[in-house]
């Protein structure tokens, strides 16, 4: 079986979480980018709540042409860890006791029934405006069809590791610690002490001296204390999902301290926000800003998106992208603008081949087309010629291509 290249596929939410209760936008803008650079998007979806203002984006045929591009799935899933050693209502805590504070359980949570979870997020995909019943039941069917699945047992193996990793990796969990005490408390708690020892396999205590450096009450260091292992976990779940998919997880900043600590050397290679921030940085040193399409007045063209996915410019494109972290914007820009990526990309057009036919044919020598010869430095080899004027995928991805994906709106 052939390997999988973790790095070309990417699981992650595009879900824009909004005041009012279960209101959900999507970032569009994300989705372009990360098909644009990953293989495969696996849309990490909020009960299926993006797409409502999807179809209200870009309409409902371009989003059934998404849902029908093998570079698109979604994962539907509630599996999740929680912390529940004051949960008195489960009937294993109920057996066990409830725990004091400062002692936690991780628990892996999920649906008992994920068929009638599935079925319970694709209702309120009726109640889109301007579909009719028939184009909501193709819809539907298109979804659950693009549906991919965590292994069985997912949510019990996740809280295990989870737990081990607080057992094992207390330097993360101080990390992680450090982090909730910024959040909550607003300070930088730095040289504080903390250990965790284990009460049973599913069971454990952490003695920290939060409270005397602070002035916390017990109920304040629970709290910061589960928010902190309850950020290791969540790292534990994002790397078994990365397994589980052979994908990468979309880490959000406040998750990059704890990765720098787990897997310091590697973290840039692994996170595909260092992509997107490269993609968003080269759009806005070549004049295209990285606005919702809705605001610019531009509707996204997803057919001529998915097509240029698969160009030859934009697979070269994503290989560019990783090299030029330490290059600066003045040197991309002399590459985008640089007469000798353009002269390349001519080069391969009827009259550029005519060029190249006459340079390695002898017939620069001949006067008038000696003149236009000389706009190539008098090259007459083919291989110089090749490397003196290579086609640039990065440049026709940049200049023709991507602004292709938005057409102008006729909605308006």
């Not at 039941?137 to 990793?165: E, N």
């Not at 190539?376 to 003196?388: M, Y």
Request: charged fraction near 25%; glycine fraction near 6%; charge should be negative.
């Amino acid at each position: 079986m052939t390997a999988v290249d973790i790095t070309r596929r990417l699981i992650g939410t595009s879900a824009i979480l909004k005041d009012a209760p279960d209101a959900v936008g999507v970032d569009l803008n994300g989705i372009i980018r990360r098909l644009i650079l990953f293989d495969t998007y696996i849309l990490k979806t909020v009960r299926l709540r993006e797409f409502p203002s999807l179809i209200a984006e870009v309409g409902f045929d371009e989003t059934m042409q998404l849902l029908k591009s093998t570079a698109f799935e979604i994962e539907c899933e509630c599996a999740q860890i929680g912390q529940t050693g004051q949960t008195g209502i489960l009937e294993s805590r109920a057996i066990k006791g409830v725990l004091p504070p400062l002692s936690y359980t991780l628990s892996g949570l999920d649906a008992a029934d994920h068929e009638k979870y599935v079925h319970d997020c694709l209702q309120p995909l009726h109640l889109i405006h301007g579909l009719t019943h028939k184009q909501v039941v193709r819809l539907k069917r298109a979804i659950v069809d693009k549906m991919v699945r965590l292994p069985q047992g997912f949510a019990s193996r996740i809280s295990a590791q989870a737990t081990a990793d607080v057992l094992k990796k207390q330097d993360l969990v101080k990390k992680s610690v450090a982090i909730a005490a910024r959040r909550i408390l607003g300070v930088e708690p730095l040289n504080f002490e903390l250990s965790v020892h284990e009460i049973d396999s599913e069971d454990f205590h952490v003695e920290t001296d939060l409270a005397k450096r602070f002035g916390i009450d017990v109920e304040t260091r629970h709290k910061v204390v589960e928010q902190g292992l309850l950020g290791v976990a969540g790292l534990s779940s994002r790397f078994a999902e990365m397994e589980a998919y052979s994908a990468l997880s979309g880490f959000i900043d406040d998750d990059l301290p704890l990765v720098y600590e787990l897997l310091d050397f590697l973290v840039h290679s692994i996170s595909p926000e260092t992509k997107e921030r490269q993609f968003r940085r080269v759009l806005e040193i070549a004049g295209f800003p990285d606005v919702a399409p809705a605001v610019s007045g531009k509707r996204v063209n997803i057919a001529r998106l998915l097509e240029i996915r698969e160009s030859d410019e934009c697979r070269e494109f994503r290989q560019w992208l990783p090299t030029i972290e330490t290059i600066s914007d003045t040197e991309i820009q002399e590459r985008l603008d640089s007469l000798r990526a353009k002269l390349g990309n001519a080069t391969q057009t009827g009259v550029g081949k005519a060029l190249r036919f006459l340079v390695t044919s002898g017939i620069g020598i001949i006067p008038v087309a000696g003149q236009i010869a000389g706009l190539v430095a008098g090259a007459v080899d083919t291989f110089v010629l090749e490397k003196l004027l290579p086609k640039s995928g990065v440049v026709a991805f940049i200049n023709n291509l991507y602004p292709s994906v938005f057409d102008e709106r006729t909605d308006r």
